[in-house]
């Protein structure tokens, strides 16, 4: 699978946007890029994931770039809720099921 | 709709007891994976079963540590004799259908504490 890169962390305004940003340029044509967040002492919460095209769901968005290298996660309006690391990874279906998880950024919301 | 069960939440073990961690996947799940997260380290893949099958252990330390997933019931992690090196975060995750095609959703975890 593609290696990710994520900033270490990141901070943001309640009821701001928060843009995270992932490089993965290293991604084949059959990698799904995936997102998911652990809030402090919880197990890992799935949010969104995409092929290339962008994706929307009541969580969050996902911009994937036309070369499909990098890819932004948007929290619309973040809470202090919101406040976990999140984690990008990329995983090609149909042959690795093994979820590794990286650093990933840390996104702390202020009030 | 129930997500990913686990229990217990916290568990403290004395160093030569056994662990034992249950995990109730999402309903309509038949796929099951173990997690572990040592502090301040990322998630390990252990194991992956499905009812009563264990398909890939590779993650899996070659002794003290097995899985289960029988017919009926959660999906078993039981760790025997432990060490204080044991204790970390374990998380079960399941999906429904073939494992490199759908979405895992994790529990909140075992939390296991040997002293």
């Known amino acids: 699978d593609a290696k990710t890169t994520q900033p270490p962390s990141m901070d943001c305004a309640e009821g701001r946007a928060a843009n995270l940003p992932c490089n993965h340029s290293?991604?084949?044509?059959?990698?799904?890029v995936y997102w998911y967040r652990q809030i402090h002492s919880q197990g890992p919460q799935y949010i969104i994931h995409?092929?290339?095209n962008n994706e929307t769901n009541e969580m969050a968005s996902l911009i994937i770039t036309e070369d499909r290298k990098s890819s932004t996660l948007i929290l619309p309006h973040a809470t202090l809720r919101d406040t976990a690391v999140y984690y990008c990874i990329v995983i090609s279906f149909g042959s690795n099921y093994k979820l590794t998880f990286g650093k990933g950024t840390l996104l702390t919301v202020n009030p | 709709n129930a997500g990913v069960m686990q229990n217990p939440r916290h568990l403290v073990r004395r160093r030569g007891q056994e662990a034992r961690l249950r995990c109730s996947p999402m309903k309509g799940h038949s796929h099951v994976y173990w997690y572990r997260q040592l502090p301040e380290e990322g998630l390990k893949f252990m194991v992956y079963?499905?009812?009563?099958?264990?398909?890939?252990e590779s993650g899996m330390p070659k002794e003290r540590f097995s899985a289960e997933f029988p017919k009926e019931g959660p999906s078993i992690l039981r760790i025997q004799q432990v060490v204080r090196g044991d204790s970390a975060a374990y998380f079960c995750?399941?999906?429904?259908?073939?494992?490199?095609?759908?979405?895992?959703?994790f529990g909140p975890g075992t939390r296991l504490l040997v002293l």
């Open positions: 079963l499905q009812k009563e099958n264990i398909i890939d």
């Open positions: 995750a399941s999906s429904s259908g073939h494992p490199g095609l759908e979405t895992q959703y």
């Open positions: 290293t991604i084949s044509g059959n990698e799904y």
């Open positions: 995409g092929l290339k």
